[in-house]
């Protein structure tokens, strides 16, 4: 098994990079997890519509037929820490060859994607801008493998 973890543009500031590339790092110890980056069409395209159909077909591109997509969207599912982590580690044991994991970007996602999606995630009912949402999420991805693992990184 391994995770990709799809993001529509690059990440720009030095700090958020550095986060993502410990966090990456942490989570290779569990599973294979790579990273791509889809260019971001707000600043080619002005029509925000457009934008995202397009960014939409950069990602499906992205995605293979058996892969399991899950976006990380506000209008997904809710999860403690521990429940994140047993969701996981029951995505794990269904055999799934790859999980896709996408952060859309300023716009959110294409009708397209929504519906090759097999799942939605929310970190918050707060919003946060899609740069923030890389640390965060892949922190609690991190954390999710020490649960399952019964390493000492969460404290309940």
């Known amino acids: 098994m391994k995770i990709s973890f799809i993001l529509v543009?690059?990440?720009?500031?030095?700090?958020?990079?550095?986060?993502?590339?410990?966090y990456m790092n942490r989570i290779q110890r569990y599973v294979k997890i790579n990273e791509l980056?889809?260019?971001?069409?707000?600043?080619?395209?002005?029509?925000?519509?457009?934008?995202?159909q397009k960014e939409g077909e950069l990602i499906?591109?992205?995605?293979?037929?058996?892969?399991f997509v899950i976006l990380l969207d506000d209008k997904g599912k809710e999860h403690t820490s521990p429940q994140f982590a047993a969701y996981i580690e029951n995505l794990f044991n269904q055999s799934l060859k790859n999980i896709c994991f996408i952060v859309g970007?300023?716009?959110?996602?294409?009708?397209?994607?929504?519906?090759?999606?097999?799942?939605?995630?929310?970190?918050?009912?707060?919003?946060?801008?899609?740069?923030?949402?890389?640390?965060?999420?892949?922190?609690?991805?991190?954390?999710?493998?020490?649960?399952?693992?019964?390493?000492?990184?969460?404290?309940?």
């Open 9 to 22: 543009g690059k990440t720009s500031t030095a700090e958020i990079k550095n986060l993502c590339t410990d």
């Open 37 to 52: 980056v889809i260019e971001n069409q707000g600043g080619k395209i002005s029509d925000i519509h457009k934008a995202k």
């Open 60 to 67: 499906l591109k992205k995605i293979l037929p058996g892969d």
């Open 105 to 156: 970007g300023a716009y959110g996602f294409s009708d397209e994607v929504y519906q090759r999606a097999n799942a939605k995630v929310s970190l918050s009912k707060m919003t946060f801008s899609h740069q923030i949402v890389r640390p965060l999420f892949l922190e609690q991805l991190y954390r999710a493998f020490t649960i399952i693992n019964n390493e000492p990184y969460h404290h309940s």
